[in-house]
C-alpha cells in the first residue's frame, strides 16, 4: 500500500492545519498508524499515533492538547488536526504504518512510510 500525506503548507504561528494520509493499494484499517515529523538538522521524532479502530491514541508531550489524531477506515484515511501552531512546529510531517493493530510511539516499529509533506509556521 501506498501512503500520501497532504495538507500541509505556510501558516502564521497560532494558526491551524489538517494533515490527511490516504491509503491507496490496499485498505490500512487494521492497521496502527503514526504522524512523525522531522525539522532540518534534526532526527525524526515522534507526533502521534492510533490504533485500528481509532479506540486508542496518542501525542507527544510537545503537542499534546493541540495536536488530534483520528481516522476515517471507511474512507481509508487518518488526520492530524494541529492547532495553536508555534514556529517549533515547522517540520515535514510524515505518516506511517505498522503491520499490528497497535499504536505506539516507537519509530522502528513502523513499516511503510508516505512521502511527507512540509509545514511551515512562521512567527
Known amino acids: 500500500v501506498q501512503l500520501q500525506a497532504s495538507g500541509g503548507g505556510l501558516v502564521q504561528a497560532g494558526g491551524s492545519l489538517r494533515l490527511s494520509c490516504v491509503a491507496s493499494g490496499r485498505t490500512f484499517s487494521s492497521h496502527g498508524v503514526g504522524w512523525f515529523r522531522q525539522a532540518a538538522g534534526k532526527s525524526r521524532e515522534f507526533v502521534a499515533a492510533i490504533s485500528w479502530s481509532g479506540g486508542v491514541a496518542s501525542c507527544a508531550d510537545s503537542v499534546k492538547g493541540r495536536f488530534t489524531i483520528s481516522r476515517d477506515n471507511g474512507k481509508n484515511t487518518v488526520y492530524l488536526q494541529m492547532n495553536s501552531l508555534k514556529s517549533d512546529d515547522t517540520a515535514v510531517y510524515y505518516c506511517?504504518?505498522?503491520?499490528?493493530?497497535?499504536?505506539?510511539?516507537?519509530?522502528?516499529?513502523?513499516?511503510?512510510w508516505g512521502q511527507g509533506t512540509q509545514v511551515t509556521v512562521s512567527s
Open positions: 506511517a504504518e505498522r503491520r499490528s493493530p497497535i499504536a505506539t510511539t516507537l519509530i522502528d516499529f513502523y513499516d511503510n
